[in-house]
C-alpha cells in the first residue's frame, strides 16, 4: 500500500488524523515518518486496515508471495518429514530380519552362523571404494568421463545396510531410530560436484578406520557415522524419500539373492546382460509406492526370463 492511499483509508474508517490511527495500532510517529518517505507502507499495516474495514480478500504483496514460494519446498519436507521415524523402523527391522536370515540369531556378536567374522566396517570400507569407482577420479584413464550417479545411489545404499547393521550392533531398534531421525531432514542438491562427492565419502572410511584402530570411541564413532553418511547422500543428490525406496529394493534384492543360491555361488548377477541391480532399478521406477512382496515377484519373474 502506498502512504498517500493509506491517509484516504484512515479517512473512511472514521479517524480524524494519522496521529489517531498511528496511536490506535501503537508505532511510532517515526515509523510514520519512515512510510512517508519511502511512500510505502509495511504489509502488517495494510492487513490491519483490510480487517478493520471488513474485506474478504486478503491486499496483494509480492514480498508475502515471494516469501511464500520459497517457503514452499520446505514447509512440503518437513511435512514429508512426520512419516520419516515410521520409514526408519521399518528399515531397521528389514535390515535385522535379513541379518537374522543370513547370518544366524546373535550376529551382533560378531560372528555369522558358520563362525566366520562379521566386519561391518571393512564392509562399508570397500562399499565407499565401489562408489568413488563409479567416478572419474583417475587422473591417468577416461578423465572426461561422466559419473555413474544411478550406480553411485545403489552403492550409498549399500553403505547405508552395512552402516544399519553396524548400527544395530551397537544398540537397539528404538534408539537406533532416535540417533538417526533428526538427521533425515536435509534438502538434497540438484547440480552435484563430484570433487566434493568423493571428498565426502572418503571420510565415510576415515571413520571407519579411526574406529578400526582405536582412534575413535565405537558409539561416538555410531553418531559421527551418522552425520557423515547423510552429509554424502545430500552432496550426491540423493533425498531419504528416494533413499529409502531404494533401501528397500535392494534389501529385497539382498533377499532374493540369499533365496536363489548367492552364499553357495549358483545365483546368476547378470540377467541378459544387465546386472540385477539395474533391474531392480527398473523396477523401482515404476512404483509410486514400495512393496516388498510385489517387488520380489517382479524379480522372481525377470530371473525366471535368464535361466
Not at 471488513?54 to 514429508?80: F, H, I, M, R, W
Not at 523402523?89 to 546373535?106: A, C, I, P
Amino acid at each position: 500500500m502506498l502512504y498517500k492511499d493509506l491517509k484516504d483509508s484512515i479517512k473512511s474508517l472514521g479517524f480524524l488524523s494519522i496521529e489517531d490511527f498511528v496511536q490506535y495500532i501503537g508505532v511510532t510517529p517515526s515509523d510514520v515518518l519512515e512510510w512517508e518517505e519511502k511512500d510505502q507502507v509495511p504489509y502488517t499495516i495494510s492487513l490491519i486496515i483490510h480487517l478493520l474495514k471488513g474485506e474478504k480478500e486478503l491486499p496483494n504483496n509480492t514480498t508475502l508471495d515471494n516469501l511464500v514460494e520459497e517457503c514452499l519446498p520446505l514447509a512440503e519436507l518437513l511435512e514429508e518429514a512426520s512419516s520419516f521415524p515410521h520409514k526408519l523402523e521399518e528399515m531397521f527391522l528389514l535390515q535385522k530380519e535379513l541379518n537374522d536370515s543370513t547370518n544366524g540369531k546373535n550376529w551382533e556378536l560378531g560372528r555369522n552362523k558358520f563362525g566366520k567374522e562379521i566386519n561391518w566396517l571393512r564392509c562399508i570400507h570397500m562399499e565407499v571404494a565401489e562408489l568413488i569407482d563409479s567416478t572419474p577420479w583417475k587422473h591417468w584413464k577416461n578423465i572426461n568421463s561422466e559419473p555413474d550417479m544411478k550406480n553411485i545411489h545403489v552403492e550409498l545404499v549399500d553403505i547405508w545396510h552395512f552402516l544399519m547393521s553396524y548400527i544395530l550392533q551397537e544398540t537397539n531398534v528404538p534408539k537406533a531410530v532416535s540417533l538417526v531421525n533428526t538427521h533425515c531432514i536435509y534438502e538434497a542438491v540438484v547440480d552435484v560436484d563430484v570433487r566434493v562427492m568423493v571428498k565426502e565419502a572418503e571420510k565415510l572410511s576415515y571413520i571407519a578406520l579411526a574406529i578400526e584402530t582405536n582412534n575413535m570411541p565405537s558409539f561416538s564413532g555410531v553418531e559421527r557415522f551418522i552425520d557423515q553418511f547423510f552429509r554424502c547422500c545430500k552432496v550426491s543428490g540423493l533425498s531419504f524419500t528416494w533413499l529409502q525406496k531404494l533401501y528397500i529394493g535392494k534389501n529385497c534384492l539382498n533377499k532374493f539373492r540369499q533365496d536363489n543360491g548367492y552364499k553357495e555361488g549358483t545365483y546368476i548377477k547378470e540377467w541378459n546382460g544387465k546386472e540385477d541391480n539395474v533391474i531392480m532399478v527398473s523396477h523401482l521406477e515404476t512404483m509410486d509406492n514400495v512393496s516388498f512382496e510385489i517387488l520380489y515377484n517382479k524379480l522372481e519373474e525377470s530371473y525366471s526370463k535368464c535361466k
